[in-house]
């Protein structure tokens, strides 16, 4: 089964439009168990976050309970990771290290994001860097 990293933003695009290639990768996971999502914690931090923030949170057209429900559905499906590994792969911007990290140490083989830094490696260490879009048509 593929083992795959969703970026924080992926998530999230999931939450604004879920019938978006976002939306459909998430459903896919909690519907049909399609992959393993590999979740560390700084991964959840950032995603908790970020959907406090108010230009966020204004697009996401549900309750506050239904998107607690959300969050919580997705950290128990995941396979979780305890985020200690450590590397210096993304120079324009350290702070998506998380998401290498978080693969290597998950054993992922493929990370799901749209973050320009991180599409720009296209691979680390054999760990594929996606879009949803390309992701979508893998599963």
């Not at 593929?2 to 998530?11: C, E, G, K, T």
């Not at 990768?25 to 399609?34: D, M, P, R, T």
């Not at 995603?47 to 919580?72: F, Q, W």
């Amino acid at each position: 089964m593929l083992r795959a990293v969703l970026d924080a933003n992926v998530i999230i695009s999931a939450l604004i439009q879920p019938k978006g290639a976002s939306g459909r990768i998430v459903a896919s996971l909690l519907e049909e168990n399609s992959f393993e999502l590999v979740l560390s914690p700084a991964i959840l931090a950032e995603m908790l976050r970020a959907l406090t923030y108010p230009k966020v949170r204004k697009y996401i057209k549900v309750s506050d309970e239904d998107l607690d429900l959300a969050v919580a559905a997705l950290a128990l499906v995941a396979q979780p990771v305890e985020g200690i590994l450590r590397v210096d792969a993304v120079a324009e911007d350290a702070d998506d290290n998380k998401y290498i990290e978080a693969a290597l140490e998950g054993r992922a083989q493929f990370i799901v994001s749209g973050d320009r830094h991180l599409k720009s490696l296209k691979s680390y260490r054999g760990i594929r860097i996606v879009t949803p879009r390309t992701f979508l048509e893998l599963l």
